[in-house]
């Protein structure tokens, strides 16, 4: 899944301010309306009409999402794609979102899907085209709440094609807490009654987290949205990160690394996605989970097409492709998410997939803050005062000690 996300960090600080991500911002990354004021560093216009098949296809791809049957023989959609197509996958295996970014500006791809955090940088930085959904039959069946989101649009232009989604979740071994969680309070004010037992996302992202508990318990700071965050704003969260750090047994980034502490008892309480505790659940691990009423953070992945594709057409095919009914069921179930094309749950072969991930639950994603690419750029009033993403990652470091 997504593996080691924390990782190169003074490259990432790097890529960022050369992407010119300083300036500009997303509006909420829970609502709609695209990231008007991101100011995409290509003039690159979206492809006129579809061309035959160039037979060659280079992407990155975070583990799970380009299976050709390599680590299952019975998990393949990508040679059924070169059959129907001729567009032979080559696939890059993306450990990190700061990887990604990196791959992509060698030129060598032809696109990549990329999760929130790296989608506003990819845009900025001129790396990824704006896209032509009517070029991509399967676009008009995807959920309405993954278009046009702050991550994924400029003024109402798509710069890729919705992938899937997940909210970062709350997760505890209820044999060792009896009483139900229902706050985030229980890794943040109130984690030293599991000292050493804590467990939290391995990422400069989960700043975002902090920012979100305080939004909701200290009013006072007015924080309307975690990745827009000023200078007093960003303090509050990294202080509450640094108090945490003296409670956290360990961080995770490999999902199987957060499976094997709670299986372990290493962990007793922290922030997961659905498909961990699903695992855990399946190895008959005590767990429960809950979305906080403080909401949560989450991630939805877009497929993003390189400015310089050399194989525009393939690319467009796979855009179309991995999100059909059928193929995009079996990612989501692979990968453990909720698929983007509301016709794939009729194809899950756990029936009761798309109920157990909120497919089409959208009062549910509506309190997901998803991952946006935090920028200097405030959104409003407050102008470019706000902590970019190399602020994060200097941040994130000083936090880990």
């Given amino acids: ?44 216009k979206p492809m006129a009409k579809l061309g035959a098949g160039e037979g060659k296809l280079n992407i990155i791809a975070w583990a799970g999402y380009a299976e050709d049957g390599s680590t299952d023989p019975k998990v393949d959609w990508v040679t059924p794609f070169e059959k129907k197509t001729g567009c032979q996958v080559n696939v890059k295996v993306g450990n990190t979102s700061d ?36 070029l991509v039959p399967n676009y ?10 702050a991550f994924n649009s400029v003024d109402g232009q798509m710069y890729g ?16 807490i009896s009483t139900p969680l229902d706050s ?3 890794v943040f004010d109130g984690a030293s009654a599991y000292k050493g037992k804590v467990t939290a996302y391995d990422s400069p992202i989960y700043i975002a987290d902090a920012a979100l508990y305080l939004k909701a318990t200290k009013p006072a700071l007015k924080i309307t949205n975690p990745y827009e965050l000023n200078d007093a704003q960003f303090t509050a969260a990294v202080d509450l990160l640094k108090a945490q750090r003296a409670n956290i047994g360990e961080y995770w980034a490999d999902y199987t690394k957060e499976q094997q502490a709670f299986a372990n008892g290493n962990s007793t ?16 691990v005590p767990i429960k989970t809950t979305l906080p009423k403080e909401g949560s953070t989450g ?3 877009t497929w993003m097409i390189a ?95």
């Fill in 1 to 44: 899944m997504k593996i080691r996300v924390w990782f190169a960090v003074l490259a990432a600080v790097a890529l960022f301010v050369a992407a010119g991500c300083g300036g500009g911002s997303s509006s909420s990354s829970s609502s709609g309306g695209g990231s008007g004021s991101v100011k995409p560093g290509s003039d690159a």
């Fill in 99 to 134: 990887e990604m970014v990196t791959l992509m500006r060698t030129g060598r791809y032809d696109g990549v899907s990329a999760s929130g955090d790296a989608t506003l940088r990819l845009i900025a930085g001129g790396d990824v085209a704006p896209v032509n959904t009517d």
């Fill in 140 to 149: 008009k069946d995807v959920y309405a709440g993954l278009k046009n989101k």
């Fill in 161 to 176: 094609i919705p992938h899937g989604r997940g909210a970062n979740i709350l997760m505890w071994n209820s044999k060792k």
């Fill in 184 to 186: 985030w309070s229980a």
């Fill in 269 to 284: 309480v922290g922030t997961t996605w659905q498909v961990i505790a699903n695992l855990l659940e399946g190895d008959k």
């Fill in 299 to 301: 991630w939805s992945d």
């Fill in 307 to 401: 400015t310089k594709a050399q194989h525009p057409n393939c690319m467009y095919e796979w855009m179309n492709w991995i999100i059909a009914p059928k193929p995009n069921a079996q990612v989501a179930e692979w990968f453990g998410e909720a698929p983007a094309n509301a016709k794939s749950c009729a194809y899950t072969a756990a029936k009761d997939h798309c109920t157990i991930f909120h497919a089409a639950d959208e009062a549910y994603f509506d309190k997901v803050s998803f991952w946006t690419t935090p920028r200097k750029d405030c959104g409003d009033a407050r102008g470019a005062t706000c902590k970019d993403y190399s602020n994060w990652v200097q941040a994130w470091t000083e936090i880990k000690g």
